[in-house]
Structure formats: C-alpha cells, structure tokens
C-alpha cells in the first residue's frame, strides 16, 4: 500500500485518469488508490436503482442523468452486469447529448461485468462509487438487477435505494414484503402507462409498508421530478448515522472475509472434513495468523 498514485488528475475530474482508475478498481487492483482517494471522498449521492428485468431501470437512470445535469449536478452512473447498457445519451436531452458529444465532463458512463467471486461485485461496485464520488460527482447512481443477495449487499453501499415495480410483472405485495423492504427508500411503480399501476399503488398502500410510492413513465420522462424531490427527502443520508455505521460494519466484515483465499480454505474444509484437525483451534489459528498482533483499531 505504498504505491503513491497522483491524484490530481482523478480529483479535477479528468475522464481518461477516471477510466484508467476504473479498470484498476474493477480489476480489484485498486486498494492502494482507493486507500488515497478516500479522504477526498464521502460528498457524493449514491443513488441505487434496482428491480427486476426490463423494468425501465436504464431508462430511469437516463432520465435521472439529464435531470441531475439540468441542474448543473455532475453524475456518474454504474450499470452493473447490465443485460441491456444504457442508452449513453440517445435519449437524454438534446443539450446533454451535445455536451456527451463533445466529452462532458458532467457525466460518466460505465458498466461492470458480474465477477464470480464472492461479495465481489457488491466490493467492487462499493470501490467505483468512492472513485467516482472523490472524482467529484455529485452524483453517482448505481443500477442492478434483480433481487438477489447481490443486489442487497449493492443496495447497502447506496445512500438511497429505489426499487423500481411494473405494474403486472409479479411484483406483487408478497414479493415486496418478503425481500424488497428490506432495501428500498423508495418505491418508483414504472411503466405507469400500463394497466394495474393504480392498482399495485393501492396494494402497497393498504399492505401498510412505510415506503413510499411514486409512479413514473419513465420512457416519456414522467414523473422524473417528483422522483428527485423524494430522493432528496429521503431521511437518514448523513453518513455518521447508526444506520450508515451499521452498513459499514458488513461491509468491512465482509472485507476482511474477502482477504482469506478460497485455496487457504479450501485446505482448511478438507482438514475439518477428514477430520485431521479440529475445527476450533484452526479457526484460532487462522485468525490468530490473520491479524498477526495487529489492533483492529487505530483510533478512539
Ligand atoms: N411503456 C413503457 N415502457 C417503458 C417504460 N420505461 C422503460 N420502458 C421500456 O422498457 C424496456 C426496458 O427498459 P430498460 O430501461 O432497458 O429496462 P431495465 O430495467 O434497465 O432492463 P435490464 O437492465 O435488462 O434489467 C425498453 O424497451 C424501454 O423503452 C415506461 O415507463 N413505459
Ligand atoms: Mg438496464
């Protein structure tokens, strides 16, 4: 972690030092930078968009784009394993798409690939959120797919969650109550064009869930203010809150996991498994070995 990086390009915001910072962090190459970045980081709105398949997410996340730059914001966005990629300005506003064309530095596009590798993708995309938010965008929107356990730990980095309903798509009030309250801020019922808008609105209205609803048609631009405005009325985005604490402790106790090769324990398993050692002095072994006398904490 001695590798000094010049920051200086990354912090003015420079696209060619951010993507080649991007490929680095994606590649999980990245601590000794993000190690460097961090002190700049921490100003940023890390919005999480989520929801099933073909929901409008990326169009969304289009709208949400030209909207935050029509009011001067710079914006990132990550689309992780994206089956469809963003439009990449094609239906963003005509000034923006200008301003694309001519390598805005407002904006920032750019898709990450599912890693195989446990927690990866939610450490990774969690890494390019602080790159982006130390290379001062204001903004830094993140959209996935689906409800796994993926897309929970994704939506944990985010400092607002919006999971994104179609109306007759099998979103239906069970679904939402068995998985999606756990991370949603909001709630953005899409493709309000549809039959059975209303009706998913009242459901979740009358199922007594403490998240609120908004609809949009976000292939026409509707609702896209509104959308913002609730954003920003979301509570709890000051990150020395319990909640943001609570966030923190997973994710580090999910780092410190990543830091114990598969090989290591896979030697480990098959020790326990034919019973050469026992469980509980190698855990005490690894552990011990792990942090080598080292205080977790630096500091009161
Ligand atoms: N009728 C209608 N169509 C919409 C709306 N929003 C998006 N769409 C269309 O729905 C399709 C899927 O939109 P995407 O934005 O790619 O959806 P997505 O959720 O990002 O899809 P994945 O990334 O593949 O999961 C596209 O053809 C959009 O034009 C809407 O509000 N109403
Ligand atoms: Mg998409």
Redesign the pocket.
């Known amino acids: 972690m001695t590798i000094l990086f010049d920051l200086e390009p990354i912090l003015k915001g420079d696209r060619r030092a951010i993507a080649r910072a991007a490929t680095l962090v994606e590649n999980r190459r990245g601590d000794a930078l993000l190690s460097q970045l961090f002190p700049h980081s921490g100003r940023a709105l890390i919005l999480g968009i989520t ?11 289009d709208r949400l784009v030209a909207n935050f730059r029509a009011d001067g914001k710079r914006v990132a966005a990550i ?1 992780v394993d ?3 990629p963003f439009t990449g300005g094609a239906i963003l506003g005509d000034r923006i798409r200008m301003m694309q064309h001519h390598a805005d530095d407002g904006v920032f596009i750019r898709s990450m690939a599912t890693r195989g590798a446990m927690g990866g993708l939610a450490a990774a995309t969690a890494d390019m959120t602080l790159l982006f938010d130390a290379a001062g965008f204001d903004v830094v929107i993140v ?1 996935t ?1 689906g409800v796994g356990q993926d897309e929970i730990d994704v939506a944990r980095l985010a400092t607002v969650t919006v999971v ?1 309903l179609v109306p007759g798509m099998g979103d239906d009030v069970q679904a939402i109550k068995a998985g999606l309250m756990e991370i949603a801020d909001l709630f953005v019922i ?5 039959p059975g808008a209303e009706r998913l609105e009242r459901e979740i209205h009358y199922a007594d869930i403490a998240v609120p609803v908004l609809k ?5 631009g ?1 609702g896209i203010d509104e959308l913002v405005q609730a954003v920003r009325a979301v509570p709890g985005q000051n990150r020395a809150e319990e909640r943001w604490k609570r966030r923190m402790r997973e994710m580090l106790r999910e780092r410190v996991m990543e830091k114990l090769s598969w090989e290591e324990l896979d030697l480990a398993a098959a020790d326990v498994a034919t019973r050469r050692r026992d469980p509980y002095t190698l855990i005490h072994d690894l552990v011990e070995r792990f942090f080598a006398g080292k205080p977790a904490r630096i500091s009161d």
């Not at 929801?51 to 996340?61: D, I, M, Q, R």
Request: zero cysteines; charged letters at 20%.
């Open positions: 929801g099933a398949p073909g929901a409008g997410k990326s169009t969304l996340v689309a994206p089956s469809s959209e797919v994104v899409n493709k309000a064009d549809h949009t048609v976000a292939s026409e509707k």
